[in-house]
């Protein structure tokens, strides 16, 4: 990476370092003045929710945006390998790219 990229990814990444270090007080917080046991039922009362009714909705979604994505990329990598005049090598490295 040259260093001019470093130096744009940096707010981001340091936008991400504060919002993960926001997020990690309110949870510290929130378990240092709820009783353990509390807690406990609580968050795995919120993972059985979320493993029995979200994740299965996720998984879906996840599969049928995957599957646009590379049918969109495989239409575009045709396309290019349908252009390609067996002489120019730039379309049909772009194509194997895709």
């Known amino acids: 990476m040259k260093r001019s990229e470093n130096r744009k990814a940096l ?19 929130l378990i240092g003045q709820l009783d353990r046991q509390i807690f406990m ?20 979604i996840d599969a049928i945006v995957i599957l646009v994505f590379c049918l969109t990329l495989y239409k575009q990598a045709k396309a ?9 090598d730039e379309i049909i490295n772009r194509a194997e790219a895709k």
Do not use: C, R
């Open 41 to 60: 039922k609580a968050s795995a009362n919120a993972a059985y929710v979320f493993g029995y009714y979200i994740v299965p909705w996720l998984m879906i």
């Open 80 to 88: 290019l390998y349908d252009s390609w005049d067996q002489e120019d």
């Open 11 to 29: 707010p981001k990444f340091l936008l991400t370092l504060l919002i993960a270090g926001v997020i990690g007080g309110f949870i510290g917080a």
